[in-house]
């Protein structure tokens, strides 16, 4: 039979445009958020980080957005390119009895087109 | 710094067999975990150690997963008996304290139980 799994959201891109990537997360205590690449065969590498004291980051090509009242984070990528193809996932880091460890989100397909 | 280095990169093994998971922190890192990624669940964490200690093992699935931390830089996972619904890629990943900073994962083990 058919197997079910997670459906993950997907982006397509044009090389050269720029990318918005979405998270939203639960734990209103969450004080640090990260963003994760992760491509095909390889473990998760970090991308860009946050803490709950700030609402915008930058990095190279790369802008962490976070919105406390929503509880969402955004990733943007600039002049998008075929390297960043890739699974990217946003983590969150709790406060109290989870702190110390990472819940991560289950991920957005980022597929760019030469 | 060769990062987090897992061992092995890819396991086969029959249904019933002991899987023994291998990590090496980067050193001077205190908290290291372990997490599974399937297509099913995503990545989820199992277990967690801070200063070699299990601080939270609620994401350990069952009696036939157990992991160890006998030192600060070495830990194993181990899964018996092993069962086909264990396939999956598991991660180490380890970080210099609590809270998440610095957190950086190893290339994974890919595990297939047949």
């Known amino acids: 039979g058919e197997s079910v799994g997670l459906h993950l959201p997907t982006l397509s891109v044009q090389e050269g445009d720029n990318s918005i990537i979405n998270c939203a997360y639960s734990n209103s205590a969450s004080d640090y958020f990260i963003w994760y690449k992760q491509e095909s065969g390889k473990g998760p590498q970090f991308i860009i980080d946050i803490r709950s004291n700030m609402d915008k980051r930058q990095g190279q090509r790369v802008t962490v957005l976070l919105n406390k009242t929503v509880k969402h984070l955004s990733l943007q990528i600039a002049a998008t390119q075929p390297g960043d193809s890739a699974v990217y996932f946003c983590a969150e880091s709790g406060g109290g009895t989870s702190y110390g460890k990472l819940t991560f989100g289950q991920g957005t397909i980022l597929t760019v087109h030469p | 710094d060769a990062g987090v280095i897992q061992s092995p990169r890819h396991e086969v093994t029959e249904m019933g067999q002991e899987v023994t998971l291998r990590c090496k922190p980067i050193s001077g890192h205190n908290s290291l975990f372990w997490y599974r990624q399937t297509m099913m669940r995503g990545l989820e964490l199992l277990i967690y150690?801070?200063?070699?200690?299990?601080?939270?093992d609620s994401g350990m699935p069952e009696d036939r997963f157990s992991a160890k931390m006998p030192n600060a830089s070495f830990s194993t996972l181990k899964i018996q008996p092993s069962e086909p619904r264990d396939s999956a890629v598991y991660f180490c990943a380890s970080s210099p304290a609590a809270g998440g900073y610095g957190y950086t994962f190893g290339s994974g083990t890919r595990l297939t139980v047949v």
């Open positions: 150690f801070n200063n070699n200690v299990p601080i939270d």
